[in-house]
């Protein structure tokens, strides 16, 4: 079920703002993203003649546990100078350079948790004098005993994109809070915005999950000077929705792959995708959204989606245009869509060592499951990237590869699933046998991320490119337990990844372009666009089914010295 629901003022249910402040808190990071100018050095001014920035420190504090119906006080604070701990309280900050001229729009996402009846999920705080404090309160409620996770993201000006982003993950019970938690603190390093991002369209899309229930609002925002905010929706079951979502699509894609030419099985899979794609954008999108996205098509080019929100095949969404004759039925995905994950970092250069380079695509899968294009995918990775092998290729060597943090380049080629127990996406790594339970060692599930691969302590240096080839491993029920997010809390630097089934040539075929155009020295944006663009000339379904989270401008250097190529 969907409803219409005011993604700001939070009026509804039955709890009384009876605010109760803890006095212990827990702040899990706190991060900026860099900015470099277009020279490659730090962006010091907002641009000529615009008033220049200074430093400035953003601070914010929640307690470690929330009792389940008692409002508490998130803050957050803005000074010039840096911050002092608030009395009997721990904080975490990162200084920051803003426009002093200007507003921070502070917004808060949240995932089992809500804003007390009458409050807002919105601050605009001023830049204070020297000496003075900006203090905003956002009252938070937990819903459901488990993890609560509020996500801040901080902007400024005409820009879309984040300027920063801090994220709080808690725990909520059903009893009173215990005395005498211990806080638990850590931070991520400063990044700066890239002046480019200004020139590019933004559909920014939050998400709030409460037991089970998520709400969607969205901002638009074009080059052009074009900004609207619109009221969001609520998808009641969100993760039966999405259940039936992608069951729909691989029904459409087996209803049509057996057309005997390759035109004709794209013209009619491309019109059975633009015929749901269309549902799904009545479903998903306020209308006033769709006739803006329609009414400025000619504007979207490069569109990016800033969100929170990693589940939902938003390059599958259509658009009616009018196009002279009559109205046209266009994807989102045309318009070299790419997502900005606000948990992640998104550096604009990334340039993987030889030696931290890695490749696992499993030989050894049984009679059934066999994949004939794996082998040429693998030796493309080895001889035209020169991408070791992870031997042996168990979950366990997966693991402790990405735990000591050795990977600038990690691609997995093969089989993913959906537990059918959590619903949570699954690699089947080397020694899978297709048997019930499988063997540990031969399968690896996205939640075992967030022990191999947590938040680092220093981000000195960009992250990997993660490329997970396999179907459906880009889907998740909801949440960070997802691959996509998962990597990029931990520190990734642009994941690719498959969200529904694709058959093997085609899956071979789009990550071997997308590849090649980064070879080619175009940018992470452009690249995807060639691999999409090609993939729907052949009539093959994954021109749409990979989704990419990473800086539109983003360049990857995958260049190896022919002496070094095995």
Not at 16 to 43: N, Y
Not at 110 to 127: I, K, Q, S, Y
Not at 299 to 317: K, M, N, Q, S, Y
Request: hydrophobic share 40%.
């Amino acid at each position: 079920m969907i409803v219409t629901v005011d993604g700001h003022d939070a009026t509804d249910g039955s709890i009384d703002v009876d605010v109760t402040v803890l006095t212990r808190l827990i702040v899990v990071w706190v991060r900026r993203p860099e900015t470099a100018a277009m020279d490659g050095g730090i962006l010091e001014s907002a641009g000529p003649g615009d008033t220049p920035q200074i430093d400035a420190f953003l601070a914010a504090d929640l307690p470690p546990v929330l009792q389940a119906g008692v409002s508490t006080v998130l803050t957050v604070r803005l000074a010039r100078e840096e911050l002092d701990d608030l009395p009997d309280r721990r904080d975490a900050q990162m200084p920051l350079r803003i426009r002093p001229d200007l507003p921070l729009m502070v917004k808060l996402w949240r995932d089992n948790l809500r804003v007390a009846p009458g409050t807002r999920d919105v601050l605009e705080l001023a830049c204070p004098a020297p000496g003075d404090v900006t203090t905003g309160e956002f009252h938070v409620v937990g819903e459901v005993p488990g993890e609560a996770v509020a996500t801040i993201t901080v902007r400024q000006g005409n820009n879309a994109f984040p300027h920063s982003a801090l994220v709080l993950t808690v725990t909520v019970t059903s009893g009173p809070v215990p005395a005498g938690l211990p806080p638990s603190i850590g931070t991520a390093p400063v990044e700066q915005l890239d002046p480019r991002l200004g020139d590019l369209p933004v559909l920014a899309v939050g998400e709030d999950l409460v037991a089970g229930t998520a709400t969607l609002t969205f901002d638009l925002s074009l080059p052009d000077g074009f900004h609207r905010t619109y009221s969001g929706l609520s998808l009641v079951d969100k993760r039966g929705y999405l259940a039936r979502l992608y069951d729909r699509l691989e029904e459409l894609w087996d209803l049509h792959k057996d057309a005997p030419t390759h035109d004709g099985r794209r013209r009619a899979f491309d019109t059975a995708l633009g015929h749901y794609g269309s549902e799904l954008a009545d479903d998903l999108l306020p209308e006033a959204l769709r006739d803006d996205l329609a009414a400025r098509w000619t504007l979207l080019d490069g569109l990016a989606v800033v969100t929170t929100e990693t589940d939902i095949p938003w390059e599958l969404l259509t658009v009616e245009v009018d196009s002279g004759p009559g109205p046209e039925r266009l994807f989102l995905g045309e318009k070299g869509l790419t997502r900005w994950f606000c948990g992640g970092v998104h550096p604009g250069a990334l340039s993987p060592l030889r030696d931290r380079r890695w490749v696992l695509c499993p030989d050894d899968y049984p009679i059934g499951l066999q994949l004939p294009h794996l082998t040429s995918e693998r030796n493309y990775l080895r001889t035209e990237l020169g991408a070791r092998d992870i031997v042996p290729g168990s979950a366990d060597v997966l693991g402790n590869l990405l735990f000591e943090r050795k990977v600038d380049l990690l691609h997995f080629g093969g089989h993913g699933d959906i537990d059918s127990d959590n619903g949570l996406p699954k690699l089947l790594l080397s020694g899978f046998t297709g048997q019930l339970p499988p063997d540990a060692g031969s399968v690896y599930p996205a939640d075992r991320l967030a022990r191999d691969y947590p938040h680092p302590q220093d981000r000195s240096s960009p992250g990997p490119l993660v490329v997970l080839n396999a179907c459906r491993a880009g889907r998740a029920r909801t949440g960070t337990d997802a691959f996509a997010p998962a990597f990029l809390s931990g520190g990734a630097g642009a994941v690719l990844c498959c969200l529904w089934n694709v058959d093997d040539e085609s899956a071979a075929e789009f990550v071997h372009m997308f590849y090649e155009a980064l070879r080619n020295k175009k940018t992470a944006s452009e690249a995807l666009t060639i691999a999409r663009t090609a993939a729907r000339a052949m009539g093959t379904p994954a021109w749409l089914a990979y989704t990419l989270y990473a800086h539109p401008f983003a360049t990857i250097d995958l260049t190896v010295p022919p002496e070094e190529i095995p």
